[in-house]
């Protein structure tokens, strides 16, 4: 059964600082690996899909990670921002079973960033 | 503007009483999910279906019953078998291929009388 987790639990930088989130996977044959932001009490917003081909993939100050052999994923924020304070998600579907969109989801970082 | 569209917001269920929450997609997506979210748990898959008139179970369907007789809809309804329904239920869709994003509604806080 895929076990995802995510390192750290929660996050509290100073404005302006670069930082990484961390998310590893334990079965390794997933089709790809999805990073969603979620502000409190609202729905998850999708940053970023990295495809299982794929090494890297960039949205503006996000860079998104992918070693599917190693099982971990790395989201980087650079220059961050008091907006950009939120829970960061990331989640895999399942290489196995009819579905492709099965996902299985991370605990969360909680990134608070500071003025 | 395409998208998913939860309601209510906010929903209050009295005990022995089945209230179901809505669902509904403008974005021609095949697959509609439904997640339970519990606070330190993350999300967890309550059903899904592929396709209209069919839907499978996920993680934790016990006390939960859905129906898909739209392709734009995929309502859940919560029942009185469902003991502890206290939490933010999130519905998502995407087309049911490889390599396409999940979108997200924003969700529906259920508490109990």
């Known amino acids: 059964k895929q076990e995802v987790t995510q390192i750290p639990a929660a996050l509290s930088v100073p404005e302006g600082e670069n930082l990484v989130l961390n998310c590893s996977f334990t079965?390794?044959?997933?089709?790809?690996l999805q990073w969603f932001r979620q502000d409190p009490g609202k729905g998850l917003t999708s940053l970023l899909l990295?495809?299982?081909?794929?090494r890297e993939q960039t949205s503006g100050r996000l860079n998104a990670s992918l070693d599917k052999s190693s099982g971990r994923s790395t989201l980087y924020i650079a220059a961050s921002q008091p907006g950009d304070s939120a829970t960061y998600l990331c989640?895999?579907?399942?290489?196995?079973?009819?579905?492709?969109?099965?996902?299985?989801f991370g605990q969360g970082t909680i990134l608070t960033v500071h003025p | 503007d395409g998208g998913i569209t939860q309601s209510p917001k906010y929903l209050f269920r009295k005990e022995g009483q089945n209230v179901t929450l809505s669902c509904e997609q403008n974005?021609?997506?095949?697959?509609m999910y439904w997640y339970r979210q519990d606070p330190g748990q993350g999300l967890r898959l309550i059903y899904y279906?592929?396709?209209?008139?069919?839907?499978q179970k996920g993680d934790i369907a016990e006390g939960y019953s859905v129906s898909r007789e739209k392709k734009e809809s995929f309502p859940l309804t919560v029942t009185s078998a469902q003991k502890n329904p206290t939490a933010f239920y999130l519905c998502?869709?995407?087309?049911?291929?490889?390599?396409?994003?999940?979108?997200f509604g924003d969700g529906t806080r259920l508490s109990i009388l």
């Open positions: 974005l021609n997506h095949d697959a």
């Open positions: 989640a895999v579907p399942n290489a196995g079973g009819t579905s492709y969109g099965k996902l299985t």
């Open positions: 990295i495809q299982s081909s794929q």
């Open positions: 998502a869709s995407s087309m049911d291929r490889p390599y396409q994003p999940q979108h």
């Open positions: 279906s592929q396709i209209v008139n069919d839907f």
């Open positions: 079965d390794s044959a997933i089709y790809n």
